[in-house]
Every structure is written in structure tokens, then in C-alpha cells.
């Protein structure tokens, strides 16, 4: 029983040595992904890129709404001296300016869809080479995104956000 009670002793004191050596030795980072491309220059920059192609497709699309809009006032005004025949015709026709204006809208919604993937696509694996050559340069084990769920908690020495930003604009 004794003997026991030594090996575990002295079992659980190795491994906790063990770890103490490891833990040590290796560093543990985070970094905040979304922050670092935010504050980035070359984040700010595909930013207003974007928010520039948004501002153009906004325009092309209030173009065909202001279209329909004066269709349907001036449907509206001659309803009543228009022939049925005539008034059939242009209820149809407005309603064709109406589904462009959808598809218009859903094509755009879809375009920057697209554009924001393959954006984002590129930064994130661009700032992903800029995080693996820190991490191997400075001796860290892992550098976790800060906004993973899986990440509950972490002290604010570890975070190398600004680091890894700073890098990533020198690039």
C-alpha cells in the first residue's frame, strides 16, 4: 500500500515537472483575426475597394428604381384614360422594369457576396503566412484565433494581434 501510494507520488510529480518543462520552453498566442485585418493598411485599403464597388452597384440599382418608380407614378396618373387594351400593356411592362429591378438586385447581392469571399480569401491567407513565419520566428507552438469558439479564455500577454499587424503592413 505504501509502495503505492510512493510510485504515485512520484508518477504525478514527473508528469507535473514534465509539463512545467514544456509549458516553459513553448509559447501559446493568440490573435485576433478580424481585428488585425481591420487595423491593417492592406485591410483598410480592400475595404474602401469594397465599399466603393458596393457605392457603384448602389447606383446602378437606384437607377433602375427610379425607372420603375416614374413607370408606376405615370401608370398610376393615366389609369383612367387609358383603354384596357393599353392599360394591360403597361401594367405588363411595369411589371417586367419591376422583376429586371429584382434580379438586378439579387445579381448585385450575389456579386458582392462573391467579392467578399474571394477578398477576405486572399487577406486571411495572406496574414496566414505573416502568422506562421512569426509563430516559427519567435518560438511559438500554436497561435490560436482569439474568436474561435473554441478559445474561451485568454490572458492579454499572449494576444500578438498588434505584432502580427504590424508585420503584415511591413509586407
Known amino acids: 500500500m505504501a509502495f503505492r501510494l510512493i510510485l504515485s507520488i512520484l508518477l ?5 515537472f514534465a509539463a512545467d518543462d514544456i509549458s516553459s520552453s513553448k509559447k501559446i498566442g493568440v490573435i485576433n483575426i478580424q481585428r488585425a485585418l481591420s487595423l491593417s493598411k492592406v485591410g483598410k485599403k480592400a475595404q474602401k475597394n469594397y465599399e466603393n464597388e458596393v457605392k457603384g452597384l448602389q447606383k446602378k ?9 416614374k413607370k408606376k407614378v405615370e401608370l398610376k396618373n393615366k389609369q383612367n384614360s387609358l383603354s384596357k387594351k393599353a392599360l394591360r400593356g403597361k401594367i405588363d411592362e411595369l411589371k417586367q422594369v419591376e422583376k429586371d429591378l429584382k434580379r438586378t438586385f439579387q445579381d448585385s447581392e450575389e456579386e458582392l457576396r462573391s467579392k467578399s469571399k474571394e477578398l477576405m480569401g486572399d487577406l486571411v491567407g495572406k496574414l496566414r503566412k505573416v502568422i506562421v513565419e512569426y509563430g516559427k520566428e519567435n518560438g511559438y507552438v500554436v497561435i490560436l484565433d482569439a474568436n474561435s469558439p473554441s478559445v474561451l479564455y485568454f490572458d492579454n500577454a499572449i ?3 498588434k505584432e502580427i499587424t504590424k508585420r503584415f503592413d511591413s509586407k
Not at 12 to 16: A, D, I, P
Not at 61 to 69: F, G, M
Open 12 to 16: 504525478f510529480s514527473g508528469v507535473s
Open 61 to 69: 440599382l437606384n437607377v433602375k428604381k427610379e425607372a420603375y418608380e
Open 159 to 161: 494576444d500578438v494581434t
